[in-house]
């Protein structure tokens, strides 16, 4: 198989803008047979490009409703004030676990804890800025947020980053390639090297 323990559940957060989505591509990418991304779920409606099953399984909110009180999902919040419900469904995570996979949740840090509730041995890793002038640097030139969702997303990150000493290792990505580097290390070597950490 690989050096990754076999089954594991790998949760991977960070603010909005920190730069975690390019890092699960960039590592799904050189590890394909290695690790799969679980497809989150979501009561929002698909962005331009966006495709249902491969970036989000976009479910009514009727449906995502439905399918939580039933206990589909690892986990489910609502996130900020539009009403938009994003959570991990089962089925998205225990086939591929019980296969031997290691499955790759990309989620919030309320996300997190509830999954830690069930999976109290799940590999933990939250990605940072250097800075948060540097979150906003990042969220500016993005050009596709309005002032009041940047102040909003700021706010949110100072909050999720006053819980990332609860994640066994975190990233500081304020250089690219390193923080890549860094999470090919912790991902294909123990969990409990030292030095795969950086912070």
């Known amino acids: 198989m690989s050096e990754t323990a076999p089954g594991r559940l790998i949760v991977i957060s960070g603010p909005s803008g920190s730069g975690k989505s390019t890092l699960v591509r960039e590592v799904l990418s050189r590890f394909p047979e290695r690790f799969e991304l679980s497809v989150s779920a ?12 491969v970036d989000y ?5 009727a449906e995502f409703a439905r399918r939580r009180e039933q206990g589909d999902f690892l986990e489910c919040f609502e996130v900020y004030e539009g009403g938009h419900w994003y959570g991990t469904l089962w089925s998205q995570v225990a086939p591929s676990l019980a296969a031997g996979k290691s499955v790759v949740l990309e989620i919030d ?6 999954v830690l509730e069930r999976y109290p041995d799940a590999l933990t890793i939250f990605v940072e800025p250097g800075s948060i002038n540097e979150l906003e640097r990042r969220l500016r030139r ?13 706010a949110g990150a100072k909050c999720e980053m006053a819980f990332a000493h609860r ?3 975190r990233i500081v990505n304020d250089d690219l ?20 950490s950086k912070t």
């Not at 840090?109 to 509830?114: E, F, I, K, P, S």
């Not at 993005?142 to 700021?154: A, H, K, P, V, Y």
């Not at 999470?183 to 123990?190: A, D, E, M, N, S």
């Open 177 to 196: 390639d390193a923080a890549i580097t860094t999470l090919c290390q912790i991902l294909t070597q123990t969990p409990e090297a030292p030095s795969c």
């Open 42 to 53: 979501t009561t929002r409606a698909p962005r331009t490009g966006e495709r249902n099953g």
């Open 57 to 61: 399984h976009f479910l009514s909110l």
């Open 142 to 154: 993005r050009g596709t947020e309005s002032e009041q969702s940047i102040e909003r997303r700021l």
């Open 109 to 114: 840090v309320q996300g997190t804890l509830a």
């Open 167 to 169: 994640y066994r290792y």
